[in-house]
């Protein structure tokens, strides 16, 4: 299957790294189950449940989970541990390749940046296990801005450090909240299906 770009003269792109740039997302969810147990979480986060949060911020995952099922699980110590879990799992990713071209094919040539819902060790981790890092001198992660996806914050901020307004920035997701977030910043998106990988 081939990534459809829309035939627009966008001026720069922007995007997401796990399930999109990164095929990760299975390696991500061993790591949350992992975390989930170790913390005697006492319900099953389902991997339909895991997909749909794709791109939100780790800790608001967690604030989700708790408010779902009346639990009060530690945000950060179970972020922080699936952060490690997942650490392990790094050198197995893999590039979402018909993505990882496309990106090559933009190196140079216009500003290119990633926008992602993972601490940014997690992001710089997969990029550099799968020989990305050097394409993308703009990294936003959610530490840089107020809100996470499915705000806009990050996409507006990527597109301000590369000196292009949201309106020309093109976006590739994988997931519902970043798509939001696409829309919310006034950017056009392309969704990245999970078939492509």
Known sequence: MSLQIPDYPFQAYIFDCDGTLVDSMPL?????????????????????????????????????????????????????????LFAKHIPQVQPVRPVAEFARSLFGKFPIAVASGSEESTVRGCL??????????????PKKVKHGKPAPDMFLLAAEQMGVAPSECLVLEDGQSGIEAAKAAGMQWVFVPPNLR
């Open 128 to 141: 550099t296990a799968t020989g990305l890092i050097d394409l993308f001198p703009v990294i936003i992660t």
């Open 28 to 84: 991500h969810y061993v790591a949350w189950t992992e975390s989930l147990n170790q913390h005697a979480a006492p319900f099953v986060f389902t991997e339909a449940e895991f997909y749909a949060s794709a791109g939100m911020k780790e800790q608001d995952v967690v604030k989700k989970l708790n408010a779902q099922h009346g639990t009060n699980l530690d945000p950060v110590s179970v972020d922080e541990l699936k952060m490690e």
